[in-house]
């Protein structure tokens, strides 16, 4: 579980700004996202090959 704990004088916005980045540097709501429908295990092979044909161009 990712937390953030508030320091002595910090603003709620800046807790939550920081919460968000951390969250983007592990990877977490990038594996929401993806979560969030089924893929099929085609569709996903699909897509991994799409991704690796741009990276090596």
């Known amino acids: 579980m ?3 704990k ?3 004088g910090e603003s709620i ?3 939550i700004r920081r919460l968000k980045k951390k969250l983007d ?3 977490i709501m990038r594996q929401i996202r993806a979560n969030r429908y089924f ?3 085609s569709e996903r092979r699909r897509r991994k090959e799409a ?3 741009i990276r090596s161009v």
């Open 51 to 53: 991704r690796s044909r």
């Open 13 to 15: 916005d800046r807790a």
């Open 6 to 8: 508030i320091r002595k």
């Open 25 to 27: 540097k592990e990877g």
């Open 39 to 41: 893929e099929k295990p």
């Open 2 to 4: 990712t937390e953030v």
